[in-house]
């Protein structure tokens, strides 16, 4: 026999098998694919703060310039002093003026804390609030598959097209 051709075809074959045993390794790592059926986007509500700001007429009492209402006591004590000294004889007239001067004083300092009450200016100014409300945010991809025959679900974080890999019947998502 010819040695030189048993070897040959010896290591023909050898390249032959390891071809073969290659392809159907290949073939059977391959990986499958899932049927990608729907990939509908999630949505959530997500809090949102705004600032809601507008003009606004304010309205403020100016300060006093005799807060202790000293100029209409004493105004208002003297008015009823002499409307007090008029009024009836001896010492009636003298119960009537201390009587005149202490209401007069009194209805004087009234006068006056009306009178500054009533002093006052406005001006614009602009007021804002905090405002909370929502707004639609996507989280994600509800995605329904079909696997074996049997249709699925699954939260994704992408969407992942027509279809996902499949390796040892389970699928394969990236991170």
Request: proline share 5%.
């Amino acid at each position: 026999m010819n040695t030189p051709l048993i070897v040959g075809g010896v290591v023909t074959g050898i390249v032959l098998a390891t071809a073969g045993a290659t392809a159907a390794y290949q073939y059977s790592t391959q990986p499958e694919y899932a049927e990608v059926l729907s990939a509908t986007p999630a949505m959530k509500s997500v809090p949102v703060s705004r600032q809601e700001c507008r003009d606004e007429v304010v309205t403020y009492k100016r300060d006093p310039k005799d807060p202790n209402k000293i100029f209409g006591t004493i105004a208002g004590a003297v008015v009823g002093g002499v409307i007090g000294n008029q009024i009836g004889g001896g010492s009636g007239k003298k119960a009537a003026t201390v009587g005149g001067t202490v209401a007069g004083g009194y209805a004087g300092n009234r006068i006056q804390n009306a009178m500054q009450d009533k002093d006052t200016y406005q001006t614009t100014e602009q007021i804002c609030k905090t405002v909370q409300s929502t707004k639609k945010q996507q989280a994600g991809y509800n995605v329904v598959y079909r696997l074996d025959g049997q249709e699925q679900k699954l939260h994704m974080d992408y969407d992942p097209g027509n279809r996902i890999p499949v390796t040892d019947g389970k699928l394969v998502l990236r991170e």
